[in-house]
Structures are given as structure tokens and as C-alpha cells.
């Protein structure tokens, strides 16, 4: 009886036992299945263009540079559209990411593109592209340099805590959280900024063409509307990224452009990760910042 039930059932249940032991095999067929019978000819085409996103406070940019390093050794991408949000962020990455971006431009034409804020350490990092081009309700420039951190003395106070150290060297703790500076330290400190501000000028006006005694016109912390920033020279074009776009193409000469598209998971991770650098940076006492 036991086996005429199972002869019966067979039909049903063999595919079903099927299915059990080679599980993993036919997911991989189905994913491989889906993949073949959803993509394009453009799909299975080599693009020759890429889109290289900065969003969100600049701190850690191993990963954009990653990006433009593929970018740059890949013979097939004929040219770049940096697309960039960001308020800036410390100095020393901000510069990296200028001079990673000066490097590519030599071998083939990047195109900045300012989607929401292109602010100083944003704007720095995008100064040596071909074009810089700007929705026009994008804020632009803040071309400045910012060394902040709080004084908890009278917070200590109240809850009884004092520091002690041992210590060589005048300027040892300026810049320190648990005191207010002294006059000497702020001189000290603002040597940095003033050296870092001159550096940061020198560059936007060398890659801008502008004259850099007239810094109190483009830079000095001043933010501009994409209006107002390309009438400062600041950026070369107010229009959408269909326009960045455009020139991307015009300028890499490709005769069919193929924009290579972004991985969605990677983008949402990305803007997960974003945010939650912003979030915490926000807490910390700041070092100095090209904000």
C-alpha cells in the first residue's frame, strides 16, 4: 500500500525532491536564466563613460579613489562625470581627491557636475576637471578653512574632573578641549589655517585662471549660487547633469556613448555608510576642516 501511495505521488513529489538536492544548482541557473533573458545588446556592451559620485562630508576617500584610479587605468572609459553633494570635510583627503582628479584629466576629460552643494573641500576636489558645470540651485564656494573644538572647563568644573600631563614643547596642547586657548596658541593655530587658506586659493586660482590677490571676490568663505559662482569663475555652466552629460560625450569623442551604470546595492550601502559618518562627525570635536 505504502509504495502504491508513493507511485502515485511520484508526479508531485519527485520534482519536489529534485528541487531539494540541487538547490543551490538551480538558483544559479534561474539568476543565470533571469540574467540572459532580462539584459540588452547595450548590456553586454563595454561602456566608455562613467558617473564618480562624492556624498557627504569628505573624511575617508579610499573608496573614491579607488574609483578614479579603475577609472583612469580602464582603457575602455573614454571620459568621467564627477557628480559631488558634499558640504567638504577635512583638508587633507579634499586634496587627494583634487590632485587624483588633476591626474585623470591629463588622460581623459572629467567633467564636475555640483547636484546639491559644492562646497570647500567639495570644491577643491573638483577644481582641476575639464568643466565644472552646476544645477542651478546648487550652493557653490565656501572656499575657506575652519579649526574648531569646544572649551569643557567649566563642564569639568561642575563635574569635578581635572586634567593632568607632562608635557614638552609651548605648543603641546593647542587646540586642547579641556581649557580655553591662550593667546599664544591661537597665534599658533592660526598660522596653520592661514598657511592651508593660501594653499587652497593658490590652487583654485591656478586651476580656475583667476587672479589670486582678488581671493576676497571668489574665496573668503563666501557662498554662492550657481549664478553668482560662474559669474565669480568659479564654474563654467549652470544647467542639469543631462547637460554634464553632454559634454562628458562631447569631450571624451565617443561616437556611442555608453554610461556605465552603478551597482544599486553598492549606492545604497554607500548612502547608508554616508550618513552615518555625517552623524558622528557631528559629535566630534573638529580637527581642521575645509567646511
Excluded at 573624511?59 to 579603475?70: C, G, P, R, S
Amino acid at each position: 500500500m505504502k509504495e502504491f501511495v508513493s507511485d502515485t505521488l511520484w508526479p508531485i513529489t519527485g520534482p519536489i525532491v529534485f528541487i531539494q538536492r540541487n538547490f543551490i544548482t538551480m538558483f544559479v541557473l534561474a539568476i543565470i536564466g533571469y540574467m540572459v533573458f532580462t539584459s540588452n545588446v547595450e548590456d553586454l556592451e563595454q561602456p566608455n563613460l562613467q558617473t564618480i559620485t562624492l556624498s557627504g562630508p569628505i573624511m575617508n576617500v579610499d573608496k573614491t579613489l579607488e574609483a578614479i584610479n579603475n577609472a583612469k587605468t580602464d582603457k575602455n572609459i573614454k571620459g568621467v562625470l564627477f557628480k559631488v553633494n558634499s558640504p567638504g570635510g577635512a583638508v587633507a583627503p579634499s586634496i587627494e581627491l583634487a590632485y587624483a582628479i588633476k591626474e585623470l584629466n591629463k588622460i581623459k576629460p572629467v567633467v564636475a557636475y555640483a547636484s546639491g552643494t559644492m562646497a570647500s573641500g567639495s570644491y577643491y576636489a573638483s577644481i582641476w576637471a575639464s568643466k565644472i558645470v552646476s544645477n542651478p540651485g546648487s550652493m557653490i564656494g565656501s572656499i575657506g578653512v575652519i579649526m574648531e573644538s569646544v572649551d569643557a572647563s567649566e563642564l569639568m568644573s561642575n563635574i569635578g574632573i581635572k586634567t593632568q600631563n607632562i608635557k614638552i614643547g609651548t605648543y603641546k596642547e593647542a587646540g586642547t578641549p579641556t581649557r580655553q586657548w591662550s593667546e599664544i596658541e591661537k597665534e599658533e593655530l592660526n598660522k596653520v589655517i592661514k598657511d592651508t587658506y593660501d594653499m587652497f586659493v593658490a590652487d583654485v586660482a591656478n586651476a580656475r585662471g583667476l587672479k589670486k590677490e582678488k581671493h576676497k571676490e571668489f574665496a573668503d568663505a563666501h557662498i554662492f549660487t550657481a549664478t553668482q559662482a560662474k559669474k565669480v569663475g568659479l564654474i563654467d555652466t549652470v544647467a542639469t547633469i543631462s547637460k554634464a552629460k553632454e559634454m562628458v560625450e562631447k569631450l571624451s569623442k565617443v561616437k556611442k556613448p555608453l554610461w556605465q551604470k552603478e551597482d544599486k546595492v553598492d549606492k545604497f550601502i554607500d548612502k547608508i555608510i554616508s550618513s552615518s559618518i555625517e552623524n558622528i562627525t557631528n559629535q566630534l570635536p573638529k580637527g581642521l576642516m575645509a567646511y
